[in-house]
C-alpha cells in the first residue's frame, strides 16, 4: 500500500492529551486502516474473538510486564473507562467495609478528582495536600507521615496540569502503593514491582483514547468483594483474560505497536528517558534564561518532564503566544481549562526537534515582546 507522506503538523502536537504518537506507528496505523498485515482486514472490522486479536493481547501483556520488570504474580489488563474509572473501581476493591482510611494523596488536578470517588466508598486520609501552595510543588519525604494499618496509599506520579512529577518511589513497604501512572506511563525504567498497582490510560503516552493498562499483584485481591458488578471486578476482567465485552480493538493494537516501538526502535525505557530528559532539559534552560519573560509552574525540584508549564506577564499576551504558535504550526500549547497558561506535553512520541523548534520559536516571541 503506498503511503501517506507525513504530516508535519503531527510533529509539532505539545497537547496535554491525546498526545503525539510516533510517526512510524501513525504509519503502521494507516496501513491498518484497509488492511492488517497478513490478516487482509480492517482494523476496524476485526473481531475481538478472533485468534489474531487474542495473540494481539497476549503479546502486549508480555511486553508491558517486560517493559515495566514485572514478575508472573501481577496481572496486566486492559480496560475501559479512563483513570476516571479507576478511582472508583479501585476504593469499590480495596476500600468498602473499611474501618481504616485509605491514605489518598492531593498534589493537583487528577489525584483531586480521585478523592471524592474514594470517598463515596469508604474513609480517606489526605496524608498531604497541596492547596494551600497552589499546587506549585510537591511534599518532602519529612512532611509525609503514611499509616502502616491503611489499606492502601494512593497518589498520582506526573500531575499533568500542573506540571509536577515524583522522581521518588513514596510510601512503606508493607502498605500497598497504588499509583496513577497515566502521564508518565512507560517514559523510564523504575522498581515498578514495588508497586502493588499501577493505572494509566492511553492517550498520554503510549496510544489515542479508549483503552486503560492496569498491573495489579495477585494477592491484592484476596479480600475484595465478591458482590461487585463483573465490568468492575478485577477477577473478572482477569478470568475474561481483558474480552468480559467487546473490548476497543483498535486502540489495544495502537499500544501494541507503541510498545513494539519502544523496545525495538528506541531501545527499552532507559533510552527513552534519555530522550525525554534532553527534551525537557532543553525548553526549561529556555524557561530559566528568559529573564523572566517565560515563568515556570512548578517548583524546580518537582518539574515534570513529561509536562512543562509556563506563564507570560499577562494573560493578554499568553493568548498572542498560542495564536502565534498556532499560525507557525504548532498546537495543543494552550494550559489545562483549570489552570490556563502555557502547557507543553513532552510525550514520548514527540521528537527533540519538535522542542528544538519550539525553543527556537519562544526566543523569537520573546525578542518581539520583551
Known sequence: ???????????????????????????????????????????????????????????????VRALLGLPANYHVLFLQGGATQQFSMLPMTLLAGQSRPADYLHTGYWSGKALPEARRVGPVRV????????????????????????P?????????????QFHRILGREDVPRVCDMSSDFLSAPG??????????????????????????RDELLNDAPRTLPGFLDYRAQID????????????????LLVTRWLRDEIGGLAAMDAIN???????????????????????REDRSKMNVTFNLRTPELENRFIA??????????????????????LYNGLQ??????????MEAFRRRHA
Open 1 to 63: 500500500m503506498k503511503q501517506m507522506p507525513a504530516n508535519p503538523l503531527n510533529g509539532l502536537n505539545f497537547s496535554g492529551g491525546p498526545g503525539a504518537l510516533p510517526e512510524s506507528v501513525l504509519q503502521q496505523v494507516q496501513e491498518s486502516i484497509l488492511a492488517v498485515p497478513g490478516v487482509g482486514l480492517s482494523i476496524l472490522g476485526i473481531s475481538h474473538r478472533s485468534d489474531w486479536f487474542a495473540a494481539v493481547v497476549a503479546e502486549l501483556e508480555a511486553n
Open 352 to 361: 527533540l526537534s519538535a522542542v528544538e523548534k519550539l525553543v527556537d520559536f
Open 324 to 345: 502565534a504558535a498556532l499560525d507557525a504550526g504548532f498546537s495543543g500549547l494552550g494550559g489545562h481549562r483549570s489552570l490556563g497558561g502555557i502547557r507543553a506535553s
Open 191 to 216: 522498581d515498578y514491582a514495588r508497586f502493588a498497582m499501577i493505572y494509566a490510560h492511553a492517550q498520554k503516552n503510549i496510544g489515542p483514547a479508549g483503552v486503560t493498562v492496569v498491573a495489579l
Open 240 to 255: 475474561a483474560h481483558s474480552i468480559l465485552n467487546t473490548p476497543p480493538v483498535f486502540a489495544i493494537y495502537v499500544v
Open 127 to 150: 496524608a498531604w495536600s497541596g492547596e494551600s501552595c497552589a499546587f506549585r510543588r510537591l511534599p518532602s519525604d519529612a512532611e509525609l507521615d503514611f499509616q502502616p494499618d491503611a
Open 277 to 299: 530528559t534532553r527534551k525537557a532539559d532543553l525548553l526549561y534552560r529556555a524557561l530559566d534564561g528568559s529573564d523572566d519573560f517565560y515563568r515556570g509552574w512548578a517548583a
Open 152 to 164: 492502601y496509599l494512593h497518589y498520582v506520579s506526573n500531575e499533568t496540569v500542573e506540571g509536577l
